[in-house]
């Protein structure tokens, strides 16, 4: 599950990923062709 983002000053677009089995979220560089936005709810 993604719970930020952050754009760095050189424009790279960072995500903080919470993962199962890991005891924190981290920050990964956000790459759309390895991480898949899912809609969660809303609209």
Sequence with gaps: ???GWWTDPDGL???R?????LP???WAV???ERII???????
């Design 1 to 3: 599950m993604i719970t």
């Design 13 to 15: 677009t960072l995500c």
């Design 17 to 21: 990923l919470r993962l199962s089995g």
């Design 24 to 26: 924190e979220a981290r």
């Design 30 to 32: 956000f790459d759309a």
């Design 37 to 43: 936005l899912l809609v969660a709810g809303g609209t």
